[in-house]
């Protein structure tokens, strides 16, 4: 009789983790769980970006600036206009 038990109570605890894990994938693969997932790597992408973008406008000011250093005698360190944002 205990042995049927074990096997019954086991059994329930098996089941409920399949029908967990069943519940998880469905809800994954619906249109709202892929939606969810492009926005998140979307959202990542668009953060990546804009820092690049940064990055290089910050080089750009850079280079700008040591150019004009070189080649423009009367130039005075004055802060170049911001890059625009898009």
């Known amino acids: ?12 605890v098996v089941g409920g983790y399949v029908m ?18 492009v ?8 953060e990546a970006l804009r820092e690049f973008n940064e990055d290089v406008a910050e080089a750009v000011r850079d280079y700008e600036e040591e150019l004009l250093r070189r080649y ?3 130039f005075q ?3 170049l206009p911001e890059a625009s944002r898009y």
């Not at 009789?1 to 329930?12: C, D, K, P, Q, S």
């Open 1 to 12: 009789m205990i042995r049927r038990t074990v096997y019954f109570v086991a059994g329930i």
């Open 20 to 37: 967990y894990r069943f519940g998880r994938s469905a809800r994954l693969w619906s249109p709202g769980g892929i939606a969810d997932r």
């Open 39 to 46: 926005e998140k790597r979307i959202g990542s992408y668009r």
């Open 72 to 74: 423009a005698p009367d």
């Open 77 to 79: 360190r004055q802060e």
